[in-house]
């Protein structure tokens, strides 16, 4: 799948290709605190929801991802066809009469994402060694400007207010991947992709908007701010972010697939 726990539920291929065989846009980002996001793809602002999002994989077809477009009332009926899925969506959505159909669904999903909470990593408590303690003052600090974009506590600025303010232009527009220019039409918005997480990001390789970066050094370098960053501050600044993973995050059994339901092993 596209969102494994491993890998701060996201995964190892550059893009992700569809059920049909149709080769993905963009990289499959991490889904670490997602729910606290304003902005939740790499170059729409208007998926503002989680609930809306959902169904850019499911239904969307530019590419085609899932491939559920048109199947809409099969997807129901498979999973209507299950006693246990019908019992699980009678107790959440009473007052929908445990109707199972889309938007049931994408609630469904939305409400999981949203347990998806990590904070945890050596940087929350406290113990970033020696190296990574002098990653984090190259991060913060007003050289490199990192923290500009990938502001604390969720190393993104997707958590502000308005959307629009979370994507950003890292280095020169290409003709491949218009980014934030083919929602808006404006010229000036090409090339503008919305700044991921860095929670989790030692878990999450490859990087960037397509996934054309394969380790953290040659992400950092692919941004301006980043000339001039002499290897050992590249060692430490990979240190800090090494700091920013949270093992029990990706551990955590609670967030993995069931072993039962409804009572039965699955």
Not at 6 to 34: D, K, W
Not at 49 to 70: F, N, R, S, W, Y
Request: glycine share 10%.
């Amino acid at each position: 799948g596209c969102h494994g726990q491993h890998r701060a539920f996201s995964e190892s291929n550059a893009t992700h290709p569809g059920v049909r065989g149709i080769a993905g846009r963009r990289n499959v980002m991490t889904l670490s605190n997602v729910g606290y996001y304003r902005a939740l793809t790499w170059a729409d602002p208007g998926q503002g929801t989680l609930e809306a999002q959902v169904l850019v994989p499911t239904v969307g077809e530019h590419p085609i991802e899932m491939g559920m477009k048109g199947q809409e009332a099969e997807l129901a009926r498979r999973l209507g066809a299950d006693a246990c899925y019908r019992r699980q969506f009678a107790e959440a959505f009473p007052e929908r009469k445990g109707a199972i159909d889309m938007s049931t669904v994408a609630l469904a999903l939305a409400a999981f994402e949203r347990t998806l909470i990590s904070f945890g990593s050596d940087y929350d408590r406290g113990t970033l060694n020696e190296a990574a303690r002098r990653g984090q003052g190259l991060f913060s600090g007003a050289k490199f400007a990192c923290a500009s974009c990938h502001t604390a506590p969720l190393f993104t600025d997707a958590g502000a207010d308005d959307p629009a303010m979370a994507f950003h232009r890292i280095e020169a527009a290409n003709d491949r991947d218009p980014g934030l220019a083919e929602i808006t039409g404006n010229p000036t918005d090409a090339g503008r992709f919305r700044t991921p997480s860095l929670r989790n990001v030692a878990l999450s390789s490859p990087y960037l908007h397509d996934g054309s970066a394969r380790t953290l050094p040659d992400a950092i370098r692919r941004h301006e701010q980043a000339t001039g960053l002499t290897g050992a501050q590249m060692a430490d600044l990979v240190a800090f972010l090494d700091g920013l993973s949270d093992q029990g995050f990706v551990t955590d059994p609670r967030l993995a697939l069931p072993k039962t339901r409804c009572g039965a092993p699955l």
